[in-house]
């Protein structure tokens, strides 16, 4: 690497290079399910310029309240420059509220600015640090509209920069002092930010199917098939757009501050772009098969929405709503088999998800006992409410496995469907011991935080569920 002259001062730039993600992108989508009237109120400002706009969006989303995922190794490089003697600086497009919070959260830089009356951008920035820094400055930037301003420089840094962006900047004939590359957005990445590994929720469409005893109808069994891809595009549309309107709760949180979009991988215009084709996609395919299937799909859609906009927010209603989500995969199900209506299923299938849910949340709540996190308020939730959390999914569960009772009795009384239904109550005797192993792990905080996730790759819960299987495959 390039020496640095001591006297020259470091210029850091804030969006995709300090950060790596865009601050107005980030307040945009705060705005989305925040505060929508706010966010159509700064793009009316856009007709007099955009540094107007940023600065009416500033004004509507509370800044201080947004956390951005950091490039930590330039934030490691900047402090050895700063032990280095060297002054740091952090010059911005965004507005100059963002850039000053950032600047007063990382304590590193002696000065920070940001778009204001101009915007701090290509030119106009290059103009203002010449200024300010007439003997030189080295440049930490990312974009073409940051060749402007390393023309002027006397070094440069390259952080995150494309590699269309570093060919033109190395072009300059200045030194190239230090390069920070991005994370490679690959193939898992889209993987992960689709949550595929919670697709296996979905297969709850075909319980339906299973319960009827009509899988030996090749077109209803395609019609399944189909709807269960639907059902996929909204649930992954849903996960992306959750995560989009989560993103400052999960980036305090101690595993989803690594998803996709909390971690900065994937940018946030992309992930709602992806989202809006799966769903369009899904909803307009789900039409065509089905339209009563199609109206529960939306309906799942809006209660998703719901959820995301606010209502998670809101103690035990958003594990009520999480169990509803659930059943709702079930009640897609039903209406696919027109002529079974299963209501004990959908009373156990509510009681038993709220369940998981409130085992999820339960783990949270032992762990953030334990080591603190900032995550577990915004849910609305303190750590005193362990002992409720404990007693409600307990006994949700216990009410879920007394309906499965219930109709597996009814099953034996009735003689139809099952040459051996006696069996059938061995299901929920093993089904008992997965639950209550769940909320023994979930009151230890020895559990990943989804179990419905947990029990894919635990081969305890593999096993038990081979037997469940076993059971009633026997007992037809």
């Not at 999820?360 to 900032?374: C, D, L, N, W, Y």
Request: charged residues 15%; hydrophobic residues 50%.
């Amino acid at each position: 690497m390039s020496s640095i002259d001591a006297r020259i001062p470091v210029v850091v730039d804030l969006d995709l290079t300090l950060i790596l993600t865009n601050s107005l992108h980030e307040m945009a989508a705060a705005a989305i399910f925040r505060k929508p009237a706010a966010l159509l109120r700064s793009l009316w400002k856009l007709r007099t310029g955009r540094q107007y706009m940023k600065a009416a969006l500033a004004s509507e989303i509370e800044v201080e309240e947004l956390i951005f995922p950091y490039r930590e190794d330039l934030i490691e490089w900047l402090r050895e420059k700063a032990a280095e003697g060297h002054t740091i600086h952090l010059c911005s497009a965004a507005h100059k509220s963002v850039a000053e919070d950032v600047a007063k959260r990382l304590g590193i830089f002696a000065s920070a600015v940001g778009s204001d009356v101009i915007n701090l951008k290509g030119l106009e920035k290059s103009l203002y640090l010449q200024e300010k820094f007439p003997d030189g400055f080295i440049y930490v930037g990312d974009s073409s509209s940051d060749i402007q301003v390393w023309q002027s420089s006397a070094g440069i840094v390259l952080a995150g920069a494309p590699d269309a962006v570093a060919d033109r900047a190395r072009a300059l004939g200045k030194p190239i002092l230090k390069e920070f590359r991005n994370s490679r957005f690959d193939f898992a990445t889209l993987i992960t930010a689709l949550r595929v590994h919670h697709w296996s929720k979905n297969v709850l469409i075909f319980v339906p199917l299973v319960l009827s005893h009509q899988w030996n109808t090749p077109g209803l069994v395609v019609e399944f098939f189909l709807a269960f891809l639907c059902l996929l595009g909204v649930t992954s549309g849903t996960y992306l757009l959750n995560d989009v309107a989560d993103l400052s709760a999960d980036r305090q949180h101690w595993s989803k501050k690594n998803r996709p979009l909390a971690s900065g991988r994937l940018r946030i215009e992309v992930g709602i772009a992806l989202a809006c084709f799966l769903l369009t996609a899904s909803l307009l395919g789900a039409i065509a098969l089905d339209p009563v299937f199609a109206a529960v799909l939306a309906g799942y859609l809006v209660l998703t929405g719901a959820y995301s906009a606010g209502l998670k927010r809101i103690p035990l209603l958003d594990l009520l709503l999480i169990g509803v989500l659930f059943t709702t995969r079930i009640v897609m199900g039903t209406v696919l088999v027109a002529d079974t209506h299963p209501a004990w299923l959908l009373v156990f299938s509510v009681f038993f998800f709220f369940s998981l849910a409130v085992a999820k949340r339960h783990t949270e709540i032992v762990r953030s006992s334990k080591a603190g996190g900032g995550s577990l308020s915004s849910r609305g939730y303190v750590v005193e409410d362990a002992p409720l959390t404990l007693a409600l999914g307990t006994g949700s569960a216990v009410v879920s496995l007394v309906v499965m009772m219930l109709f597996i009795i009814e099953s034996m009384a009735s003689g139809t469907f099952y040459s051996h239904p006696e069996l059938l109550g061995g299901i929920p005797l093993l089904l008992s011991i997965w639950v209550g192993r769940i909320w023994l792990l979930s009151h230890r905080g020895a559990m990943a935080d989804d179990p419905v996730n947990f029990a894919i790759h635990d081969r305890t819960s593999i096993g038990l569920g081979v037997g469940i299987a076993l059971l009633f495959v026997a007992a037809l």
